[in-house]
């Protein structure tokens, strides 16, 4: 294999990773707002946060594992306890007042770590056994990268099957499009709430985690890859999960490559991407509403 | 007495449009609550439904207050609702949007009837068998409304409310849901019934209640109502 396509190969690899750590974090973001109308402002936070507690789980325990299994899960309690306790007060106010709750909480979550944790990069260390690069039929590939794209394939498959062969799929399916409906007919909808903003928030959580080894821990995290991920949202459609995936990956790929073409333009190729879609497809590209 | 709304009070901002808005329902009946465009005859449907808060009233459904309930708790007690813009999920398939009206732990109801299932409901709806795999979305306007009305007695109510069944649909769709709503009727189901078309309201229910702006204007039987030109005039269109 010559140099270029060698480069190639290690582009796309690190633009499908970090694509699928975007569609991990957009999908529940996306979830979140189809079904009960809220752009969580905090979502990206519960992505930082669970990376923290990654950080934090390796100092004490050593092992990457227990906090890969630990970390999402702790985040993931944690959001249920936000909707059940904090955004279901605040509904009748509408939606003003969870936006604002939600980006209070942002704020709380960032301060938070700063004061724990302080303002400078934690390293997330991963055994050596996911570390330099393997062979593959004749191709060098980076292996953490293509640990990141393998676990965000397994729970992309998951979140696949639940959705489309579970009832539990069928109702947040039909919630997305009305809520209120699926309330009328008899469906604990407040409990169906609950358990997708868990899972949303869990799901960061993992995104969190895998990425922190790549990009450290630090508190500029949340804007960071929380910016690309609301754009995922709005090109895909909100409550699109298709468009969460086709998009993530899109946003993924336009990064690594963008930055190897035209590197003085890498950090607005996303925003350029969106422009154009937007103004094409106001709803975007798989969402029903504005 | 199945269903009994007193005085209920529900505003939308500082709109007060349901002003002591009562109506009552008993077992088997079939009653129509009728009235001109915004009278607020669907915010009354909302108002039991859960899915409007009223502020003040009484909701007493078989004897227990239901006032204040989340909609899915009155619907687990037995009251089925189609609404006025009949609300199918589109993106779901005719066979799971049957299935969203499936009420898990709340069986055959009301003295020993025939449960509804996919069977009974196929054989009432036979379009729907049909159409089991398209999507909401590719129905015409009556066959949604079939699929509406389908999916709320998967749930098997013992009370079927139900906002204008028959507008926008041609006369032909228009007795096919007549004619459905009197089967519904027939095996037992309760129906309180908003209708524009009086024809339809009249061939249907056996008691009807007319609103006024917010409040209840006139309550009476069908026979009464027949006899009083001067109070059709007033409340319905003419
Ligand atoms: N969501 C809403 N917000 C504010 N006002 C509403 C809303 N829905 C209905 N209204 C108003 O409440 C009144 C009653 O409406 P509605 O119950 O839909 O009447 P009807 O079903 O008899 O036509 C109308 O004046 C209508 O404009
Ligand atoms: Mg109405």
């Known amino acids: 294999m010559d140099a270029t396509t060698a480069m190639y190969v290690a582009q796309g690899i690190h633009g499908l990773a970090y694509g699928m750590v975007l569609f991990l974090l957009a999908s529940g973001l996306t ?15 519960f992505f930082m946060l ?10 004490w325990t050593g092992n990457f594992w227990l906090a890969l299994l630990f970390a999402p899960v702790i985040t993931g309690f944690f ?24 980006a209070g909480l942002g704020l709380i979550i960032l301060e938070g770590v700063k004061v724990i944790w302080g303002t400078e990069s934690k390293p997330v260390l991963v055994p050596t056994y996911l570390q330099g690069l393997v062979n593959l039929a004749g191709m060098e590939y980076p292996v953490y990268r293509l640990f990141i794209i393998g676990i965000s394939l397994i729970l992309l498959i998951i979140l696949s099957l639940i959705l ?15 809520a209120d409906m699926v309330n009328a007919l008899g469906i604990n909808v407040p409990v169906v709430f609950m358990t997708v903003f868990g899972v949303g928030t869990w799901m960061a959580g993992v995104a969190g985690v895998v990425i922190s080894p790549i990009l450290t821990v630090f508190p500029g995290l949340a804007d960071q890859v929380g910016m690309d991920a609301f754009i995922v949202v709005c090109v895909g459609g909100f409550g699109s999960i298709g468009g969460a995936l086709l998009v993530s990956i899109i946003c993924g790929l336009l990064n690594s490559y963008g930055v190897q073409f035209f590197s003085q333009l890498a950090p607005i190729l996303i925003f350029i991407f969106m422009v154009v879609v937007l103004t094409i497809r106001p709803m975007g590209l798989f969402g029903e509403r504005e | ?57 009484t909701i007493k459904y078989k004897g227990t207050s239901i006032f204040g309930h989340p909609p899915y708790r009155v619907a687990k007690a037995g009251i089925g609702f189609v609404p006025e813009e009949r609300r199918i999920f589109p993106n779901l398939p005719v066979l799971d949007n049957l299935r969203m009206g499936i009420k898990h732990g709340r069986h055959s109801s009301g003295g020993g009837r025939n449960p509804w299932d996919f069977e009974r409901v196929y054989k009432h709806f036979p379009i729907l068998k049909d159409r089991s795999n398209q999507k909401g979305s590719t129905l015409s306007g009556g066959e949604q409304q079939m699929l509406a009305i389908a999916r709320t007695l998967m749930g098997n109510p013992d009370l079927l409310m139900i906002d204008e069944p028959t507008e926008g649909l041609s006369p032909v769709m228009t007795k096919e849901v007549r004619d459905v709503l009197a089967e519904i009727s027939e095996v037992g189901v309760s129906i309180l019934l908003v209708e524009h078309n009086l024809k339809v309201a009249m061939s249907l229910a056996d008691r009807v209640y007319l609103m006024g702006k917010a409040h209840l204007g006139y309550t009476g039987t069908i026979e009464e109502l027949d006899a009083n030109p001067e109070i059709r005039a007033r409340y319905l269109e003419v």
Do not use: W
């Open chain 2, 1 to 57: 007495m199945l269903l009994e709304v007193e005085n209920l009070n529900t505003y939308y901002g500082e709109s007060h449009v349901l002003q002591d808005m009562s109506v009552a329902v008993d077992a088997g009946e079939v009653v129509a609550l009728l009235g001109r465009n915004g009278m607020g005859k669907s915010t009354t449907l909302k108002s039991i439904m859960g899915l409007v808060k009223p502020n003040s009233g």
């Open chain 1, 50 to 59: 669970s990376a923290y507690f990654c950080y934090q789980f390796q100092i």
């Open chain 1, 164 to 178: 489309y062969k579970t009832r539990l799929g069928m109702v947040v399916r039909a919630a997305v499009s009305d």
């Open chain 1, 79 to 102: 959001g249920i306890l936000v909707e059940r306790f904090l955004l279901r007060k605040v509904q009748r106010l509408g939606h003003i007042g969870q936006l604002i709750l939600t």
């Open chain 1, 31 to 45: 979830l979140i707002f189809g079904m009960m109308g809220i752009l969580n402002m905090a979502h990206a936070s």
